[in-house]
């Protein structure tokens, strides 16, 4: 069955074959954001998806890089505008990046308020150990309806969560999380089912034969349609209509 997928999170260009498994994407109909981790990264992203259906690429300038690439924030500034997507950015407070929390925070601010600017802008965004800073600057700095957030690899508390489903956040899942006593309970009890997208997190994440493909999101549904108690076909049209509605809405 070749099902349409969806995989609002990957790294397409970490894996070493990006135009094979962006021809994967396609001939698999899986929409996946193929998201970056610098903005030098953005125009070999941009190349492979632009002539595709299912695949879009996402500029990014990931938390746990801004080390050595945070002075690129003016370019990714000055990029933006060839986008509508965003990702990979955020905040992470993880023991290995958290001398580096006050460079994010001004690089993360950047990248809002020029969201915030252009509008119709949405955002993967990481927030690991770091939920309820990121949920404080989103509403800081990207004012209601100027764009949207979807939170990646969520792994906060159920408040939080609660929080950011108030203030009308996306959540893409993938299957560590739903593996996750703690967290699939979050996503079955507290994320409404019309906020839910799923992601792989390819490379980072493991599929049935190494590091996930596009493909692989399959195994996202194949345990969030048990975990809420529906039927994983509806699982899969809830997901498809969600993206559709993110996009459109």
């Known amino acids: 069955m070749n099902e349409p997928l969806v995989d609002f999170h990957c790294h397409l260009d970490l894996f070493p074959d990006l135009e ?60 933006l505008p060839e ?12 023991p290995a990046h958290f001398k580096s929390l006050p460079l994010q925070r001004e690089v993360f601010r950047r990248v809002l308020e020029a969201c915030a600017m252009l509008g119709d802008r949405i955002l993967s965004v990481h927030s690991v150990r770091a939920a309820t800073p990121v949920l404080d600057m989103i509403e800081a700095h990207l004012p209601a309806g100027r764009s949207k957030v979807v939170l990646h690899w969520f792994s906060g508390s159920r408040a939080e969560a609660r929080r950011a489903v108030e203030m009308g956040c ?22 409404p089912l019309d906020r839910i997208l799923t992601e792989t997190d390819g490379p980072f994440a493991e599929g049935p034969l190494g590091p996930a493909r596009p493909k692989d999101v399959r195994m996202a549904l194949d345990l969030c349609a048990p975990a809420l108690g529906i039927e994983r076909e509806e699982v899969a049209g809830h997901v498809l209509r969600n993206m559709r509605g993110l996009l459109t809405v």
């Open 170 to 191: 996306w959540f893409s899942v993938n299957v560590p999380m739903l593996r996750n006593e703690r967290t699939a309970s979050i996503i079955t009890s507290v994320i």
């Open 20 to 79: 094979q498994i962006v021809r994967e994407c396609e001939a698999r109909r899986v929409y996946t954001l193929a998201v970056t981790t610098t903005p030098r990264a953005w125009a070999r992203n941009r190349d492979a998806a632009a002539a595709t259906k299912h695949v879009r690429a996402a500029l990014g300038i990931h938390p746990q890089l801004v080390t050595t690439h945070g002075n690129e924030i003016e370019l990714w500034e000055k990029l």
């Open 83 to 94: 986008t509508r997507y965003v990702g990979e950015v955020g905040l992470d407070a993880g």
